[in-house]
DNA sequence: CGCATTATGGCAAGGTATTGCTGTATCCGG
DNA sequence: CCGGATACAGCAATACCTTGCCATAATGCG
């Protein structure tokens, strides 16, 4: 049985990249037998899905650090700062685990992001009085002037990133693209 | 008018935010006023995509590299070997040009993960007798067979990260991160 | 034919992702 | 109170992302 559903989805996979392959050149076209249910279509719409989240982080990181290249920032610290002047976490700052499970980044790649921050002074970094483990992280007076001059680049970028989207279809993805983080979170 | 929209754009982010603190804790909510064609709402819905475009590629990065450890490959180098085990790829391989393109990855990125992958004997390097700069990339045989041995694993992993995703989700979901792809692509 | 330009791939440097491990702080039960 | 278990953050090692630059090969024009 686990035999035969490899050959089966070798076999499926085949024609897959087929189709793959001609994404390559951005040919808008649609999935063969999209939504038949069948279990290797199954494959083939998630190696897709899969291969196009990897292919579009990529171009995300790369396009995204140069809109903000000016504040001398990359996107990894972007979401940080972003992270850390919310309301809700400026005044009393963030703790490394709480800033972990936001981002969904693990406590080393962190630990590395937050040293860069608070080296270009956007970001302090306080032990907890209650609790000696605990550092609270909050931006720096610069840190906070620099997150308000990045946020004009930063609708810049988003304009024209999604600038053949309908406002449905930008809710749309962020909708499925939450439920695919909670899937993967409980992974 | 640009100090107006970044204040603008400030006060909306703040609101955003303050949406984004709830979901950290992975409640399913609904944007407060998806559709209305608001620029600054736009700016919500986009932050909110770009956000759980990041969290979802760094979740995706960890689990799928767990799930195909048994045979000591990283996501990434699944990716490569996907793509060199396309049967429009497999003969006659493909340079490292074609592989840049496909993988939307730098040729100094790819570079280093064609080296892992050809230490690991997954794949060769010849150089391409027509034309001298370039390097013709294929599996080699234990490539082949490592690939193969994958794809229960990958199977098994796609099927788990989508289990509550429906067949016409899942295709909504590949065709809106294609969109996205061709767009960062172009920028 | 020769030279300037373009194409291809790889070294170097820097930033960020992971897991493993460790030191310090806190908590809880005997 | 003390010791074992748990929590928090950071060092170490490894893998992968980017841009800058360089050596070699190929192309096109005068």
Known sequence: MRIAKSINM??????ATKT???????????????????????????????????????LMHRTGTRAVSDHGATTQQWAVMG????????????????????LCVSRQSLTLVLGRVEGLGLVERARLESDGRVRRIRLTALGRRTWRAMLADIGAYYTAALTDFSPAEADTLFRLLDRLTKSLGQM
Chains 1, 2 share one sequence.
């Not at 070798?10 to 024609?15: A, G, N």
């Open 20 to 58: 793959l392959t001609r994404q390559t050149k951005m040919v808008d076209r649609r999935p063969a037998r999209a939504g038949d249910g069948a279990p290797d279509a199954r494959f083939d719409v998630a190696n897709r899905v899969f291969f196009r989240l990897y292919q579009a982080s990529n």
């Open 83 to 102: 992270a850390l002047a919310r309301p809700g976490a400026s005044a009393a700052g963030l703790s490394v685990k709480e800033l972990m499970a936001f």
């Open 10 to 15: 070798l076999l499926y996979f085949y024609m």
